[in-house]
């Protein structure tokens, strides 16, 4: 949501700039176009002034020799003023072309001069001074029509560019109308998409909040994306850890009544149990005692024993004992458990002898907080379930790493036998579910709680290779190590 809302405020922010930089530059092109139309008008006027100024000084031509005509110094101050106008055409900027008719206009204004001079002193020669009066009054004639003319041409010209520029100007105008009307338009679209893209992730938010908070941890939250993706499946990832957490505080009551129950169980049948059991060993030594029915006896005896054992082990699941935590070498413990176990053949079959061992352990571990006693017996469970999986010999291999992301030490145990069935895999680490003959059912179910007591957790998977793996995940627990070091008066 981030990234789109950079993106929108960007594209927005260019659309403005883009627009504003547009008018700025075409309200400095009119302006100039502007000010270059008002000097035209001023040249223009300009030069309607001079045709003024002629067409006086040829009416003082006109009127000599009649009783309306202007004394000298008349005729001689409009001719100056004639002439200063002309002058003042030069003062603005022209291109050649302007310069070189300007120029020209100039060279007659000089003739007329001269022309009207000759005619305002000649006295005598009256057929001169006719000739010279006719001279004067066409040279006049064509300055007025020239500049007539050029006032003609120019004022056509003027008059498009003046039409040009107001069009222009209209333009900028409808444009700044249009920018005007976008802007309220734009920022209410661009609010409107970012209030809506706050707004359905919250509220999707806020409903599975209304349904974990009524008891629906199954609920997910499916169809966001970005930010609130990542807080969706982080919103995903609790429901399903207090669903798991519920699960384990339900277990965690059902352990306890268990236990309660175990507990009682024993205490009724343990003594008796004991007495009959006594009763029949006495029975078995007697020396009256068929052979056949001291075998009966003895096989008797052997279920007792069983029974024993599987009470011990039930009440070992149910209440086990409270783990004892010092810091452990997980590579130590464990080569110490392999090599006791492959020393001590009535804990294993005969198989153990085509058993292959590898020991794939991980540098410089760790120490992690745990219960030794209750580690070897998890480590011993699983070895005795490797070696009870391969039959006719194979390979079990022992695997230990830090893994340093999760500040925890994985233990893989993997065999070469036959593997686990798919549809029973969810099954193995239940109470009471097994797959051997004589098996208790309990074994993998207190390898598990005695693996969560630790912080810890198991899960069962199948080697591509063949056969199973167990991967135990034990966490260090890096506070707790330094309180038992410092403890030990060493310095960690």
């Known amino acids: 949501m981030k990234k789109k809302i950079i993106i929108g405020l960007s594209i927005f922010a260019l659309f403005?700039?883009?627009?504003?930089?547009?008018?700025?530059?075409?309200?400095?092109?009119?302006?100039?176009?502007?000010?270059?139309?008002?000097?035209?008008?001023?040249?223009?006027?300009?030069?309607?002034?001079?045709?003024?100024?002629?067409?006086?000084?040829?009416?003082?031509?006109?009127?000599?020799?009649?009783?309306?005509?202007?004394?000298?110094?008349?005729?001689?101050?409009?001719?100056?003023?004639?002439?200063?106008?002309?002058?003042t055409c030069f003062d603005c900027h022209h291109s050649e072309e302007v310069l070189r008719e300007l120029n020209d206009l100039r060279n007659q204004v000089h003739q007329y001069?001269?022309?009207?001079?000759?005619?305002?002193?000649?006295?005598?020669?009256?057929?001169?001074?006719?000739?010279?009066?006719?001279?004067?009054?066409?040279?006049?004639?064509?300055?007025?029509?020239k500049v007539d003319n050029m006032i003609s041409t120019a004022n056509l010209k003027l008059d498009e560019k003046t039409e040009s520029a107001l069009k222009e100007i209209a333009d900028t105008k409808m444009m700044l109308y249009i920018l005007v009307a976008l802007g309220p338009i734009s920022t209410a679209g661009l609010?409107?998409?970012?209030?809506?893209?706050?707004?359905?992730?919250?509220?999707?938010?806020?409903?599975?909040?209304?349904?974990?908070?009524?008891?629906?941890?199954?609920?997910k939250i499916e169809g966001l994306k970005d930010e609130f993706g990542e807080v969706a499946s982080s919103f995903n990832e609790m429901a399903a850890s207090l669903k798991e957490q519920m699960q384990k505080m339900q277990r965690t009551e059902q352990m306890v009544v268990l236990g309660e129950l175990a507990a009682?169980?024993?205490?009724?049948?343990?003594n008796p149990l004991a007495g009959i059991k006594v009763s029949m060993e006495v029975l078995s030594e007697g020396s009256n005692i068929k052979e056949e029915d001291r075998a009966?006896?003895?096989?008797?005896?052997?279920?007792?024993?069983?029974?024993?054992?599987?009470?011990?082990?039930?009440?070992?699941?149910?209440?086990?004992?409270?783990?004892?935590?010092?810091?452990?070498?997980?590579?130590?413990?464990?080569?110490?458990?392999?090599?006791?176990?492959?020393?001590?053949?009535?804990?294993?079959?005969?198989?153990?002898?085509?058993?292959?061992?590898?020991?794939?352990?991980?540098?410089?571990?760790?120490e992690v907080m745990a219960d030794p006693m209750q580690l070897q017996q998890i480590f011993l469970n699983l070895l005795l379930n490797a070696v009870d999986a391969m039959p006719n010999g194979g390979t079990l291999t022992v695997k230990t790493a830090y893994h340093k992301e999760i500040d925890s030490i994985g233990i893989d145990i993997s065999d070469t036998g036959k593997g686990i069935n798919e549809r029973?895999?969810?099954k193995i680490f239940k109470p009471f579910f097994t797959t051997k003959p004589k098996g208790t059912g309990l074994g993998l179910a207190i390898t598990k709680r005695l693996i969560e007591q630790h912080g810890g957790?198991?899960?069962?998977?199948?080697?591509?290779?063949?056969?199973?793996?167990?991967?135990?995940?034990?966490?260090?627990?890096?506070?707790?190590?330094?309180?038992?070091?410092?403890?030990?008066?060493?310095?960690?």
């Open 424 to 426: 029973l895999r969810d």
């Open 296 to 366: 009966i006896v003895s096989k008797g005896i052997d279920e007792i024993r069983r029974i024993e054992l599987l009470i011990k082990n039930l009440l070992n699941f149910a209440k086990p004992p409270q783990p004892q935590f010092t810091a452990v070498d997980i590579n130590d413990l464990l080569d110490k458990t392999i090599t006791f176990s492959f020393k001590h053949p009535s804990l294993l079959s005969n198989i153990a002898t085509g058993i292959n061992i590898v020991r794939d352990f991980g540098k410089s571990l760790p």
């Open 191 to 219: 609010a409107i998409i970012f209030i809506k893209g706050f707004t359905n992730p919250i509220n999707a938010l806020l409903s599975a909040t209304k349904r974990l908070k009524e008891g629906n941890l199954n609920y």
């Open 264 to 270: 009682g169980l024993a205490h009724e049948i343990k």
């Open 113 to 145: 001069r001269d022309a009207l001079s000759r005619v305002l002193t000649i006295r005598a020669n009256v057929k001169r001074l006719e000739v010279e009066e006719d001279s004067a009054y066409r040279i006049g004639e064509e300055l007025k029509s």
């Open 16 to 87: 403005f700039l883009v627009a504003g930089t547009y008018i700025i530059l075409t309200i400095e092109t009119v302006t100039s176009r502007l000010d270059k139309l008002i000097t035209l008008h001023q040249v223009e006027i300009l030069r309607e002034h001079l045709l003024i100024q002629i067409k006086r000084v040829q009416a003082d031509l006109n009127l000599r020799n009649t009783r309306y005509a202007r004394s000298m110094d008349t005729v001689v101050l409009h001719f100056k003023n004639m002439e200063k106008v002309t002058n």
């Open 457 to 492: 957790d198991i899960c069962a998977v199948n080697n591509p290779g063949g056969g199973a793996i167990f991967c135990i995940s034990l966490p260090v627990k890096e506070e707790g190590l330094k309180t038992i070091h410092a403890e030990k008066g060493r310095i960690t």
